[in-house]
C-alpha cells in the first residue's frame, strides 16, 4: 500500500484513471463532473442524499479529483482554465494522449490536439460539445455497484436504466475532427470544415454522424457557409490503398454504400445550446432555404429520393438531454413533424416502399415455386400412374411384379429375356421351376437303358419347347420328336411348331402346292436301289 501510496499520492485506481484518458481522449477538455457523469454515472445517485448540490458534486467527483491529481504528477494531465461557472477544466498533455490512445484504440496521429489554452475564455463551445455528446451517449449507471445502498438510492439508478438508451460508447465519437478540402488529414488546406462531433455506432443504427453544437452565436449564413464546406469534402476523392478513387471520407471511415436506400452523402445534425442572442426557430427556416439545394430530394411514387443530398437534421441541447436520441425531438429539413434520430436522418416512406416491393416480390416467388412445386407432383404422378399401367401381370396369379421383379424380366439388348418366366411372379416362377424339376427327374427315370453301341435318338433340353405360333407348350411326345438325334434319326420337318400346328401347316401346303406333293409321293414310292447297283455300274463300263 505504502508503494501505491507514493506512485499515486492521491489513491487513485487504475478504473479512475482510465475514465480520465478516455473522456479526455475524446473531448479534448472537460470538467471533473463531465468526466463522471460520463466514466461512473453511478456516483450521481450514491452521493445525492448531501444537503447541498456543491457538496454532492464534491462527493461524487472525489475519486477522479484525485486520478486526475495523480496524472498531473506523473505529467498525463494538466488543469486548462476554468469554465464561466467556475468549475476546472483539464487537459491531456501530449503523453496523456499517447496513453489515451492505447485506451481507445486509436492511432495517435488520429488524438487530435491537446486543447491547451481553450479554458482561457470560458470554453463555453467545448462545454456545448461535451453536454452534447453526454447527451446522445446516455450513460448507464452500474446498478451492481450500488448493491449496498439505500433503496431510494438504487430504484432511482434502475429508473436511468430503464429510460431510453443513448448512442454507442465513448469510444463511438470524435470531437474536432479536421475535413480537409484540401491538403490532408494531418495537415489540411484551406476551405475545409471542422466537424465539432463524428459519431460512428453502426451497432446502434448510426454507422456515420457529424454533428455541429451551436451557442445561437452563428447567422444561418454562417451555417450555410459550414454545409457548403462539408459538401466541398464529401465531393472530395482521393486514391485508395488500391489505387481506386474514392470519397476521401471512405478513406477514415466505413459506412453502407447506401443510406435508407438512398446514395446520400452522410447526415449532419445541427444541436442548437440557446445561450446566445439568436432564435433558433428563427434561425432553422432561413437556414433551410440557404440550403435547399443541399438536401432537397427529388419525389417519387410515396417516398423522396436523396442522392447526392445532405440529410440535414435540428434539434435543441435541453430536447435531447430530455428525451435523447429515441425521443421525437429531430427536425429533418424539408419535413414538417419531429421524429426520432434515426428515423429524422433515414428515408422510413422509401424503407417502408422497399419493404412492400420485397414483400410482393417474395410473394411472387413463393407462388411460382409453389406452382413450379405443383407442375412437379402432377408430372410425377403421371409418370407414376402411366408406368403402373404399363406393369407387367403375372400370367399364373394375374398379380402385378414388383419393380424388383419387373427389372429382372426385362428384355436384354438382344431382343432376348433374362429371366426364364418373365411372364411369371416370383411365386409363380418358383412353383414351375419346381414342377418342371419334378417333371425332369420323373422323365430321367422313365428313360430306356442304352445297349451297346447303340446311339441315342432322344436327348431333352433344360427347358420344354414353346410353339411360336400358338405359344402352347410342346407335349412330351412331341418335344421328344423335335429334339431326336443321332445318325438314324430323321429330323423334324418343323422343329418350332407343336403337334396342331404342324399338321395345320402340312395341309396348308398340300393345298397351296398339289403337284409338288404328288411327285415328292412318287419320288418316296420309288424302289430304293441297293449298293452297287445302276448308279455305280454306269463308272464300271
Known amino acids: 500500500?505504502?508503494?501505491?501510496?507514493?506512485?499515486?499520492?492521491?489513491?487513485?485506481?487504475?478504473?479512475?484513471?482510465?475514465?480520465?484518458?478516455?473522456?479526455?481522449?475524446?473531448?479534448?477538455?472537460?470538467?471533473?463532473?463531465?468526466?463522471?457523469?460520463?466514466?461512473?454515472?453511478?456516483?450521481?445517485?450514491?452521493?445525492?442524499?448531501?444537503?447541498?448540490?456543491?457538496?454532492?458534486?464534491?462527493?461524487?467527483?472525489?475519486?477522479?479529483?484525485?486520478?486526475?491529481?495523480?496524472?498531473?504528477?506523473?505529467?498525463?494531465?494538466?488543469?486548462?482554465?476554468?469554465?464561466?461557472?467556475?468549475?476546472?477544466?483539464?487537459?491531456?498533455?501530449?503523453?496523456?494522449?499517447?496513453?489515451?490512445?492505447?485506451?481507445?484504440?486509436?492511432?495517435?496521429?488520429?488524438?487530435?490536439?491537446?486543447?491547451?489554452?481553450?479554458?482561457?475564455?470560458?470554453?463555453?463551445?467545448?462545454?456545448?460539445?461535451?453536454?452534447?455528446?453526454?447527451?446522445?451517449?446516455?450513460?448507464?449507471?452500474?446498478?451492481?455497484?450500488?448493491?449496498?445502498?439505500?433503496?431510494?438510492?438504487?430504484?432511482?439508478?434502475?429508473?436511468?436504466?430503464?429510460?431510453?438508451?443513448?448512442?454507442?460508447?465513448?469510444?463511438?465519437?470524435?470531437?474536432?475532427?479536421?475535413?480537409?478540402?484540401?491538403?490532408?488529414?494531418?495537415?489540411?488546406?484551406?476551405?475545409?470544415?471542422?466537424?465539432?462531433?463524428?459519431?460512428?455506432?453502426?451497432?446502434?443504427?448510426?454507422?456515420?454522424?457529424?454533428?455541429?453544437?451551436?451557442?445561437?452565436?452563428?447567422?444561418?449564413?454562417?451555417?450555410?457557409?459550414?454545409?457548403?464546406?462539408?459538401?466541398?469534402?464529401?465531393?472530395?476523392?482521393?486514391?485508395?490503398?488500391?489505387?481506386?478513387?474514392?470519397?476521401?471520407?471512405?478513406?477514415?471511415?466505413?459506412?453502407?454504400?447506401?443510406?435508407?436506400?438512398?446514395?446520400?452523402?452522410?447526415?449532419?445534425?445541427?444541436?442548437?445550446?440557446?445561450?446566445?442572442?439568436?432564435?433558433?426557430?428563427?434561425?432553422?427556416?432561413?437556414?433551410?432555404?440557404?440550403?435547399?439545394h443541399l438536401w432537397q430530394g427529388q419525389r417519387q411514387k410515396g417516398f423522396h429520393v436523396y442522392d447526392g443530398r445532405i440529410p440535414i437534421t435540428a434539434t435543441g441541447l435541453n430536447q435531447l438531454r430530455e428525451h435523447g436520441p429515441e425521443g421525437p425531438v429531430f427536425l429533418r429539413f424539408g419535413r414538417y413533424h419531429m421524429q426520432p434520430l434515426r428515423e429524422a436522418i433515414g428515408n422510413p416512406r422509401r424503407e417502408a416502399a422497399d419493404a412492400r416491393t420485397w414483400e410482393e416480390a417474395t410473394a411472387r416467388q413463393e407462388e411460382y415455386q409453389a406452382q413450379v412445386r405443383r407442375a412437379a407432383q402432377e408430372q410425377a404422378a403421371k409418370q407414376a400412374a402411366e408406368r403402373e399401367a404399363r406393369r407387367p401381370v403375372c400370367t399364373g396369379c394375374g398379380a402385378r411384379f414388383t419393380d424388383e421383379r419387373w427389372a429382372a424380366a426385362q428384355v436384354t439388348d438382344r431382343g432376348a429375356p433374362k429371366d426364364s418366366h418373365p411372364h411369371l411372379c416370383d411365386d409363380c416362377k418358383q412353383r414351375a421351376l419346381s414342377a418342371e424339376r419334378q417333371t425332369a427327374g420323373t422323365q430321367e427315370h422313365q428313360e430306356p437303358v442304352h445297349r451297346g453301341a447303340e446311339q441315342p435318338t432322344f436327348q431333352r433340353s433344360p427347358h420344354r419347347p414353346v410353339c411360336t405360333e400358338c405359344g402352347a407348350a410342346f407335349t412330351d411326345e412331341r418335344w421328344k420328336a423335335t429334339e431326336r438325334v443321332g445318325w438314324g434319326a430323321t429330323p423334324e420337318p418343323n422343329p418350332t411348331l407343336c403337334g396342331d400346328c404342324d399338321r395345320r401347316y402340312v395341309t396348308d401346303l398340300q393345298q397351296a402346292w398339289p403337284d409338288e406333293h404328288r411327285h415328292q409321293e412318287q419320288v418316296q414310292e420309288l424302289p430304293e436301289q441297293k449298293a452297287g447297283g445302276t448308279w455305280l455300274s454306269r463308272f464300271r463300263r
Request: some cysteine; hydrophobic content about 35%.
Open 1 to 292: 500500500m505504502a508503494g501505491k501510496r507514493k506512485t499515486n499520492p492521491a489513491g487513485s485506481t487504475n478504473t479512475f484513471r482510465g475514465d480520465v484518458l478516455r473522456v479526455l481522449g475524446v473531448l479534448k477538455v472537460a470538467t471533473t463532473d463531465q468526466i463522471q457523469r460520463i466514466g461512473a454515472p453511478h456516483l450521481s445517485f450514491r452521493h445525492a442524499d448531501k444537503p447541498t448540490p456543491s457538496e454532492q458534486k464534491t462527493a461524487r467527483t472525489a475519486s477522479h479529483t484525485g486520478a486526475l491529481s495523480d496524472m498531473r504528477k506523473h505529467g498525463l494531465s494538466e488543469n486548462g482554465g476554468s469554465t464561466e461557472t467556475g468549475d476546472k477544466l483539464r487537459n491531456l498533455t501530449l503523453k496523456g494522449l499517447q496513453a489515451a490512445s492505447y485506451e481507445l484504440g486509436r492511432p495517435v496521429t488520429e488524438m487530435g490536439s491537446t486543447a491547451r489554452g481553450a479554458g482561457s475564455s470560458g470554453a463555453s463551445h467545448p462545454m456545448t460539445v461535451n453536454e452534447t455528446v453526454i447527451a446522445m451517449l446516455r450513460p448507464k449507471p452500474n446498478t451492481a455497484k450500488l448493491a449496498k445502498d439505500p433503496d431510494e438510492v438504487r430504484a432511482a439508478a434502475q429508473a436511468a436504466v430503464d429510460a431510453p438508451a443513448g448512442i454507442g460508447t465513448i469510444a463511438s465519437y470524435w470531437t474536432e475532427v479536421s475535413l480537409p478540402a484540401t491538403g490532408t488529414w494531418n495537415a489540411p488546406g484551406k476551405g475545409g470544415a471542422q466537424a465539432d462531433i463524428v459519431l460512428t455506432a453502426p451497432q446502434d443504427g448510426v454507422p456515420l454522424l457529424f454533428i455541429e453544437a451551436d451557442n445561437c452565436h452563428e447567422t444561418a449564413e454562417e451555417l450555410a457557409d459550414k454545409l457548403e464546406k462539408y459538401v466541398r469534402f464529401f465531393r472530395r476523392k482521393v486514391k485508395d490503398t488500391d489505387g481506386k478513387e474514392r470519397p476521401m471520407w471512405r478513406t477514415r471511415w466505413s459506412a453502407p454504400a447506401t443510406w435508407s436506400g438512398d446514395a446520400t452523402y452522410p447526415p449532419v445534425l445541427l444541436v442548437f445550446n440557446r445561450i446566445g442572442e439568436r432564435n433558433p426557430n428563427r434561425t432553422i427556416p432561413r437556414l433551410q432555404e440557404l440550403t435547399r
